[in-house]
């Protein structure tokens, strides 16, 4: 699997897990999506981990660009962390009714942030430290396994 190809399933797989809490809380399930929002809020921050200490540094260490489109992405992911503590606080406190309107704003941001890496900042990558994949991505496994 290639470096962009692995980041954009990841995209995918937050994606998938977010439609998840969003139809356990339609269908209110309470307990069910809690548990999903766990597991979406590990996802998260172990994708933001992946590229914070390994693509994105390799990125800069390969390109010379520190203050480019890495750090643009760095910035999102503190907003989007600004977000998902909020949402933590919602659901904390049993407001999943809240939980679901942050998340709102989260993926409106989620998708505007995954064009720019999709579309641009991976393939860069790609053709930058491409030829570096394998031990980027045991780097990347090394982060921890997918919040079951």
């Known amino acids: 699997m290639s470096l962009i190809d692995y980041f954009t399933e990841d995209h995918h797989a937050c994606d998938e897990t977010w439609a998840e809490v969003e139809r356990l809380v339609d269908e209110g399930q309470a307990a069910a999506a809690t548990a999903a929002w766990a597991r979406f809020f590990g996802e998260m921050e172990r994708h933001f981990t992946m590229e914070e200490t390994v ?7 390969a390109t010379g ?6 750090q643009v992405m760095r910035m ?9 503590e909020q949402m933590n606080g919602a659901a904390a406190s049993g407001d999943l009714a809240g939980l679901v309107e942050l998340g709102d704003t989260l993926l409106m941001i989620i998708q505007q942030h995954n064009k720019k890496e999709e579309g641009m900042l991976y393939p860069m990558c790609e053709a930058h430290v491409g030829d570096s994949w394998d031990s980027m991505h045991a780097a990347c496994e090394a982060v921890g396994p997918k919040p079951a």
Do not use: K, Y
Not at 55 to 61: D, R, V
Not at 65 to 70: F, I, V, Y
């Open 55 to 61: 693509l994105f540094p390799a990125f800069e260490e």
């Open 65 to 70: 660009m520190a203050g480019g489109p890495t």
């Open 76 to 84: 999102e992911h503190q907003q989007m962390r600004g977000l998902l």
